[in-house]
């Protein structure tokens, strides 16, 4: 409920705090008292439309502050929750006006966007009438009023499950198509690549390897080339050790005839031809020990590069290679399970598509139920609303084709209000009484079906009077047992069966150099009054004190 409102400086309001309690609350005053300010007070607080023509004269600014008090579950609550909002024990709406045009808002005092504050006044406040902001004429709403007068919620929620589960089927049925499709389009490439990558088989660490064995090949060669001109020249056709024997012989026949002279020189060749032997068996062990094989540096040099030349064409690392053939080897296999896997996904699509449309089925036979009485209810409100020949017709337009979260059907609310006319959205069809009236009998049949907490009727028994403005109060009435609701009123039979009575009136201040409005609540004699002045006029007569009298007690018997 709302139960504070606090106004500063908007338009002839200079200061008003107002408390306000459950039930039905009237606001009566004669025109031009500030009636309708007080709403656009509202109506700013609830985040509608800021206007620097609000802010009142000589002020720099103005305030309006609207105080809730909602049950833990509310969906405001979780709003606010969601926003981040603090969520204490009254709803604070704060908004300020300022005389540039710049408003600010505030939820129990965080600052807040203008759209999220109007967020939270559309689910605590519906306003009807003038400042209606078409909450019920919009078919946006109807489906889920149709649904909550007719108690859908297992049903709306089992076909949004289905409806979820579809289009997960769905999606990953796209998904699978998408990949086999993706596959396809790459298979040759993808043969041949596998083809030429498993003939190559690549190992991980296989270039660092490969590197390595080169090197020692490389450094092998160019010593094997030393090797061979070391045994060139110990053992090829330019070895000097055949001179040197040859020498050695000679001069040793010169010794044996008694050159003794030549003895030393015959030894030193000795020794000469001795260290040539042992170099030249030297030499044969480290060819041995070599044991080079050019081939091999040519097969590990033709592995190397054909490995970096894989890597190049993919532009990956050797090392990765493995990982591209492993890849294509997914695609192919891919390509030949994707349609089985396809298969079997197209069969879970068809089983949640079923469901679906079982789900659907039976919410909309639901909904035509519901419509019929919806329509039915609502027709008996109208008679006394002197809008008897009027029809009320909540239509339901079903779609099997249509596949949403809401299910087959799109409802709208429609009005004929003569009997030979064609029915038409109520925003269209019904003049503004008439839209009021009609308005007014939904609410009442759809008063326990979420509904918002406040509830306002500004003027909607305009251009009425007698038996229908007392149908008008008696159908408020009954609404204010549910929640709570204020009405803006110029008939006194509505105003007598008000729990509380708000009286709005124009009061002259410094000596009538300004004017503010001022709200009074009116108990018993006064309230009397009030109830006599609204059936008389301007002047008050004892005819019409005795009349509000009976009123008052007709109503309260």
Do not use: W
Request: proline share 3%.
């Amino acid at each position: 409920m709302l139960s504070a409102l606090s106004v500063r400086n908007i338009v002839l309001i200079d200061q008003l705090d107002l408390g306000l309690d459950v039930g039905l609350t009237v606001l009566t005053g004669e025109t031009g008292a500030g009636k309708s300010i007080l709403l656009d007070a509202l109506t700013l607080a609830l985040g509608g439309r800021g206007d620097a023509s609000l802010v009142r004269a000589g002020s720099d600014s103005g305030q309006v502050v609207a105080v809730f008090q909602l049950p833990a579950p509310h969906a405001a609550r979780a709003l606010l929750k969601d926003n981040g909002i603090a969520d204490d024990e009254d709803i604070i709406l704060r908004r300020m006006q300022f005389g540039d045009g710049r408003t600010r808002a505030y939820i129990n005092d965080q600052p807040v966007s203008a759209a999220l504050l109007q967020q939270v006044g559309r689910l605590v406040v519906e306003i009807h009438g003038q400042h209606d902001d078409r909450a019920l004429v919009d078919p946006a709403t109807h489906r889920a009023l149709l649904d909550a007068y007719g108690g859908h919620g297992r049903a709306v929620a089992i076909v949004a499950s289905a409806h979820a589960a579809l289009s997960d089927a769905e999606a990953r049925l796209a998904a699978q198509r998408a990949q086999v499709a993706e596959a396809a389009a790459r298979e040759d490439y993808a043969r041949h690549v596998v083809e030429e990558l498993t003939k190559l088989a690549p190992g991980v660490g296989e270039e660092d390897e490969l590197a390595e064995r080169r090197h020692r090949l490389q450094q092998l060669e160019r010593s094997a080339e030393e090797v061979r001109e070391a045994d060139d020249v110990l053992n090829g056709p330019s070895s000097p050790s055949g001179e040197l024997a040859q020498l050695m012989r000679r001069l040793g026949r010169k010794v044996d005839s008694g050159q003794s002279i030549f003895a030393p020189l015959v030894d030193a060749l000795d020794a000469a031809l001795v260290q040539l032997d042992q170099t030249s068996e030297a030499l044969e062990a480290i060819k041995r020990e070599m044991a080079f094989d050019p081939l091999e540096l040519e097969q590990t040099e033709e592995r190397l590069f054909a490995l970096r030349a894989a890597a190049r064409k993919h532009q990956v690392l050797c090392d990765e290679l493995p990982a591209v053939l492993a890849r294509y080897e997914a695609d192919l296999e891919a390509l030949q399970s994707g349609e089985q896997v396809a298969a079997r996904l197209e069969a879970e699509a068809g089983a949640a598509r079923a469901a679906y449309h079982l789900a659907a089925t039976e919410l909309a036979e639901l909904r035509r139920t519901a419509s019929a009485a919806l329509s039915d209810a609502v027709g008996q409100e109208l008679p006394d609303l002197k809008l008897g020949s009027a029809r009320f017709i909540a239509e339901v337009t079903t779609d099997t084709e249509r596949v949403a979260n809401s299910g087959y059907d799109t409802v709208s609310f429609v009005v004929q209000t003569n009997p030979g006319t064609l029915p038409g959205p109520m925003l269209k069809v019904a003049s503004g009484g008439e839209l009021s009236r009609f308005l007014l009998a939904l609410k009442v049949v759809l008063a326990d079906k979420g509904s918002a907490p406040v509830l306002v009727f500004d003027e909607i028994d305009t251009g009425v009077g007698g038996a229908v403005a007392d149908a008008i109060g008696r159908r408020l009435s009954r609404l204010s047992r549910t929640v709570q609701v204020l009405a803006v009123t110029h008939a006194p039979q509505v105003a007598a069966r008000a729990g509380h009575h708000l009286l709005i009136e124009k009061q002259a201040i410094a000596e009538g150099a300004f004017m503010r409005t001022h709200v009074r609540p009116l108990d018993g004699g006064l309230r009397r009054e009030e109830v006599a002045r609204m059936l008389s006029g301007a002047s008050v007569t004892e005819e019409a004190r005795a009349a509000a009298r009976r009123l008052l007690e007709e109503v309260s018997a």
